[in-house]
């Protein structure tokens, strides 16, 4: 269906109902679950008026193709309202706090990122539009709801709008190993965070328009963190630093 796309799980499906729920097209109800979980999600979806259909495990099989939909899917409108870089650069509660993801290809490493973003107040994720995963069923399930929560921005060019963050008053950190330690880094004030892709890092060309780099100190044998576990870390600490003054979202 044009305009749609499909979320599974209890989480994804509860979350879009409670903070969408116009925009939930259509519910599909495995028959065999009776549980308090299910009864809330269809009190829910009763609530907002979305079509519920009952159906058995192998339709929710073929709808899900291969992801783990505990008994639940939802077509559902494709995308969060539109939200441009200049809108979130210019929040009116706090200074802006962004994730800027270089190349993520993975799904399930996006919607991890988008987890944490939303727990650590980040106004933003700012994707490139070319080379990197989108916002699709996997990574709305891994999200677990964050997918409808943080505005996704993704751009045609991603050394412009590092460029356009600099010029509206904001640092931009690059997290790469031999950087200056997490430990002692100044990370208050309206912030990007900028993290690379899995196992290549930062790109040369972004890597060239950050104003500092910061490594997290590691005293394990492992050579680097994955890159959600690393956003999680670098925005836990950058919400740590303005914590006296943070406001929500």
């Known amino acids: 269906m044009s305009g749609t796309r499909l979320l599974v799980g209890f989480h994804a499906v509860t979350a ?30 009763a609530a907002a008026g979305t079509p519920v259909h009952q159906v058995d495990e ?8 291969g992801l783990a939909h505990q008994g639940v899917a939802a077509v559902v409108d494709a995308a969060l309202p539109h939200v441009t870089l200049p809108e979130v650069l210019e929040h009116p509660h706090e200074p802006p706090l962004i994730l800027v993801l270089d190349g993520v290809t993975d799904p399930h490493n996006l919607g991890a990122c988008l987890r944490s973003a939303d727990a650590f107040g980040v ?11 989108g916002v ?35 640092w ?44 997290i100190p590691i005293a394990g044998s ?6 959600s576990v690393a956003a999680g870390i670098c925005l836990y600490a950058a919400r740590r630093a303005r914590a006296p003054a943070a406001a929500p979202r």
Not at 222 to 227: G, K, R, T, Y
Request: glycine share 10%; proline share 3%.
């Open 16 to 45: 879009r109902l409670r903070q969408r729920p116009g925009s939930v097209r259509t519910l599909y109800a495995g028959r065999g679950r009776h549980d308090a979980r299910m009864r809330d999600l269809l009190e829910r979806a």
């Open 58 to 65: 192998r339709r929710l099989d073929d709808l899900a193709r």
């Open 172 to 215: 931009i950190v690059g997290a790469d190993a031999g950087g200056e330690s997490l430990f002692t880094a100044d990370l208050g004030g309206p912030l990007a965070w900028v993290l690379g892709a899995e196992g290549a890092g930062l790109r040369r060309l972004t890597r060239e328009h950050c104003d500092r780099i910061v490594g």
């Open 136 to 170: 699709n069923a996997t990574v709305a399930k891994a999200a677990s709801g964050a997918a409808d929560t943080v505005p996704v921005v993704a751009v045609t060019n991603l050394a412009r709008a590092l460029r356009e963050m600099k010029e509206a008053g904001l």
């Open 222 to 227: 492992v050579a680097s963190l994955n890159v």
């Open 123 to 133: 106004h933003a994720v700012v994707v490139p539009k070319d080379r990197a995963v």
